[in-house]
């Protein structure tokens, strides 16, 4: 019997981290049948030309959500390597959702991922309240493999209503939980997601926040029943907090037999201990038997802000925030009014700094923009201030007003920058890659291209992994971790999951705006360099000169038994 695909003389890295060898990959009915010295015939076959072959890149931590809805290959993850996706992150998925919670949902979910409500309303169907109904939804459009998690926020709210953001559970609206959690694992959960931290457009806690300890261990236990995984954000800023919350996930993962990860564990400009004080608790925690594993970016922290709706970059800055808010022409109105500047530029001088990071407007810059400000893009702001002789909040507001406030602002490397440190990190085998956010604050800054970033900078630039690592730690690392079954290698028996790039070039591209969303505005990517081509389940779902095919063949990935 010949074969479906045969991709010849390619350096297969194989996911093991063991070292790369030349040789072939066959393909039949989605399945890797051989590798190694394979001849045969076969339906295609394609010479990689010594390009190197891995199993498809597996992103455990995105937000595609409601992208799936309209867009069933998460783009633009494909083509950077990504096959599998992990969404539902962060307590929040879009189900199980009853009716009438679904508004309050979507300003939850567009208020902690960024995305624009037009997007979102225009995008999103609602044709679904279970788990199931979602999975069903979206399924027949994948074009990418997803391993949903199911929010514990949505659990609370299936089961608790209004009162979940209010207060916490009964004994008995516990029980109903896990019966729910059960449910939606048995419909295609991989886990359940959770946070410590998150708060709502109302600037209420998120309802998981809400839950006793009793509650946490009781879901714990039923996803140690399915052999299930918990994903939860801690307070990923403070050392002595981070410390604490990894012992209380130590002990759910010892008493449930389950896998933890939080993310992220990211290197902090204001406590630049953070993460070795991290690590060695994690480090113990795991000598101690249990299994939790904190995600770490491969990427800076960069910001992109605008004037047309609050952003992060505004957290701390209230009256910013509260004249982002103001209906269009009220706001113009604001921005225009000399006693109100007055207030702004005040406040830009002397605020709090957004956790975690450390950043100046004076090295902010054009970033994306309008027919006004085309001649200043690229420019620093606090170049352009001092050039019109202007306070900085002048600059920002007046560039922004000429271009009926359409221009976004950028800021780069605000944290998580010291790649040297970072890189050591990134290599230890108790850390998992990660945290990379896919799908959300798409207005404000790009979350792709952590892959081909960590070829580029820590493989290429730093020496700091070799190729052969850098593949194990996006393919069987991150499957092995999440109990994801026949993913992440190159063996017989194991999707044909696949890509192919070339090691020398693979990179992610320069940030850039495009209006693809499914209503009027914009969102920015980064498009990927030196991938030649993507195989889902055995088809074709990207190649480097024709774009995206029309293959829907994603999978709803199961879990290892």
């Not at 695909?5 to 030349?22: E, M």
């Not at 998460?74 to 969404?87: D, F, K, M, N």
């Not at 009438?100 to 300003?107: D, E, K, Q, V, W």
């Not at 009793?214 to 399915?226: F, I, P, S, V, Y």
Request: proline letters at 6%; aromatic letters at 8%.
């Amino acid at each position: 019997m010949g074969f479906d695909l045969l991709i010849k003389n390619a350096r297969i890295c194989d996911g093991s981290g063991g070292p790369s060898f030349t040789g072939s990959v066959a393909v039949r009915d989605g399945r890797i049948v051989a590798v190694g010295d394979v001849t045969g015939d076969a339906a295609e076959a394609i010479d990689a030309q010594g390009l190197v072959l891995a199993p498809g890149f597996i992103d455990p931590h995105t937000h595609y959500d409601a992208q799936l809805v309209w867009d069933g290959l998460a783009q633009p993850a494909l083509e950077h390597g990504v096959t599998t996706i992990v969404p539902g992150n962060c307590s929040l998925s879009l189900a199980p959702v009853r009716a009438a919670h679904r508004a309050l949902l979507g300003a939850t979910f567009r208020k902690i991922e960024e995305m624009p409500q037009n997007a979102f309303d225009a995008g999103l169907t609602w044709n679904w309240e279970t788990f199931g109904e979602y999975i069903a939804a979206i399924r027949s459009q994948l074009g990418i493999n997803i391993a949903p998690l199911v929010g514990h926020s949505l659990l609370r709210l299936w089961v608790m209503g209004e009162d979940a953001r209010k207060r916490p559970a009964t004994d008995a609206e516990i029980a109903t939980m896990q019966e729910a959690l059960a449910e939606c694992l048995r419909d295609g959960a991989i886990g359940m997601s959770g946070s410590w931290v998150d708060i709502d457009h109302e600037n209420m806690p998120v309802p998981a926040r809400l839950a006793e300890p009793r509650e946490l261990d009781a879901l714990c236990a039923t996803l140690g029943e399915h052999g299930a995984i918990l994903q939860i954000v801690p307070e990923f800023w403070d050392p002595d907090l981070l410390c604490a919350r990894i012992d209380i996930m130590a002990d759910l993962s010892r008493k449930h037999d389950l896998t933890v990860t939080f993310s992220p564990l990211f290197d902090s400009n204001s406590s630049p201990d953070l993460v070795d004080i991290a690590h060695e608790r994690v480090r113990l925690q795991t000598a101690f038997g249990a299994r939790v594993v904190p995600q770490m970016q491969t990427r800076p922290i960069d910001l992109s802000f605008d004037l047309t709706a609050p952003m992060s970059t505004f957290a701390t800055l209230p009256t910013w925030w509260a004249t982002t808010l103001l209906p269009h022409e009220e706001k113009i109105a604001a921005l225009r009014d000399p006693a109100h500047r007055e207030k702004l530029r005040a406040e830009i001088e002397n605020f709090m700094m957004p956790i975690g990071l450390h950043l100046d407007f004076a090295d902010a810059f054009v970033k994306r923009p309008g027919k006004a400000s085309a001649d200043l893009v690229g420019r620093r702001l606090g170049d352009i201030a001092k050039e019109r002789g202007c306070h900085l909040a002048d600059a920002i507001i007046d560039i922004a007003l000429a271009d009926d406030l359409q221009t976004s602002f950028g800021l780069e490397s605000l944290g998580h920058s010291r790649t040297d440190k970072i890189a050591h990190f990134l290599a230890d085998p108790l850390i998992g890659i990660g945290a990379g956010d896919g799908g959300a604050h798409v207005t404000n800054f790009s979350t792709y291209g952590d892959t081909g970033f960590l070829f580029s900078h820590y493989v290429r630039g730093l020496g700091a992994m070799s190729v052969e690592q850098a593949v194990h730690k996006l393919t069987y690392d991150v499957a092995r971790i999440w109990g994801i079954k026949d993913r992440g290698l190159l063996k017989p028996g194991y999707a044909a999951d696949l890509v192919l790039f070339d090691p020398e070039t693979i990179d992610r591209g320069p940030e850039i705006a495009v209006h693809d969303l499914p209503a009027p505005g914009f969102r920015f990517i980064r498009q990927a360099e030196g991938v030649r081509e993507v195989f889902v389940n055995g088809q074709r779902a990207y190649h480097v000169e024709t774009g995206y095919t029309d293959a829907r063949n994603g999978a709803v990935v199961p879990q290892a038994a």
